[in-house]
């Protein structure tokens, strides 16, 4: 180990790693400069730290670093409720923060971009929930925090990842070319964007409902079926039934038409009971849903035959 006294003062690098090191660290400036991580960088304590940091007339050189790595937590704190805003109106601020900063203790930031700060948050909140407030397996309170803040990282990864804007996209009749006894091979390769989310409580209408500055109560349980997906840059969502949820996540794990069609046939209960009804219902309304899917531009392109194969889809 060097010296307090054997940096050399003119290699700013090493002397920015050192700061990010001590303002950084989760137990504080005072424990980051005695950290190995500090230590490494410049070998100095905080009984010594005005060799490398100078008082001022009011302030020490320990107090000085805790301006900065004050601002630094008061600005990723921003960050979190910016991103999670419907979460943080559901708990308060105060609270939404004692959690945010408990995050930032268990999932420092790692990344130069901020925009990955909030992706383990909801992992987080199911990490650290509280024991379910009854013996059943009703979802509580703490599952709603946890599919809101689901829900609002989704937005958050859709919004600012790979988009289809200015691609063409799958249209409605471009079905109507491949030949019948081809359909059930064809694949449908979902847009960079898309996003399939299921859920325990219909978040979705609470969050639309904070953003619109309305005070929405918390909604009751009930299963939640949503495909999320950009375009022309807005994030785009839309509930959708158990049946359409289940055939689009076939389509997105590059099922082809007809093996999708089975799997959500072999989860329906008409199925197992034998009965055709469920078939017939589902060929019935998949020309309407892919209508619908085409409008929403949940598909980039059509794969059949040897363009399926070459896809390398399984």
Not at 229 to 258: I, N
Request: aromatic share 10%; net charge negative; proline share 6%.
């Amino acid at each position: 180990m060097n010296s307090p006294m054997s940096y050399d003062p003119l290699e700013l690098a090493r002397i920015q790693r050192w700061m990010q090191a001590v303002i950084m660290h989760p137990e504080g400036v005072a424990a980051g400069v005695n950290s190995g991580a500090a230590r490494s960088e410049i070998d100095v304590s905080a009984a010594h730290l005005e060799q490398v940091i100078s008082r001022s007339r009011a302030l020490g050189s320990l107090k000085r670093l805790h301006v900065y790595g004050n601002a630094y937590y008061a600005r990723l704190l921003e960050c979190l409720r910016d991103e999670f805003p419907a979460t943080a109106h559901a708990v308060g601020t105060d609270t939404f923060d004692g959690f945010a900063f408990g995050y930032l203790q268990a999932y420092p930031s790692t990344s130069y971009t901020l925009a990955r700060l909030g992706s383990n948050f909801p992992r987080y909140l199911a990490e650290t929930r509280p024991p379910r407030e009854s013996d059943g397996d009703e979802p509580d309170w703490a599952d709603f925090l946890i599919d809101l803040a689901t829900l609002e990282r989704v937005y958050s990864e859709v919004f600012d990842g790979p988009g289809v804007e200015g691609q063409p996209l799958l249209a409605a009749d471009d079905l109507a070319g491949i030949p019948p006894e081809r359909f059930a091979g064809v694949r449908l390769v979902p847009a960079s964007c898309l996003r399939l989310l299921e859920l325990r409580f219909p978040v979705h209408e609470f969050a639309t409902a904070v953003r619109q500055g309305r005070g929405p109560d918390v909604p009751r349980p009930a299963p939640t079926y949503l495909a999320i997906t950009r375009r022309d840059f807005v994030v785009r969502r839309q509930a959708v039934s158990r049946a359409r949820f289940d055939l689009l996540a076939s389509l997105s794990a590059g099922r082809t038409l007809g093996e999708a069609i089975e799997a959500v046939l072999a989860g329906s209960d008409a199925t197992v009971a034998g009965s055709e009804a469920a078939f017939d219902d589902l060929a019935g309304n998949l020309r309407q849903w892919f209508a619908d899917w085409a409008a929403a531009g949940y598909f980039e392109r059509i794969e059949a035959g040897e363009a399926a194969q070459a896809s390398g889809h399984p």
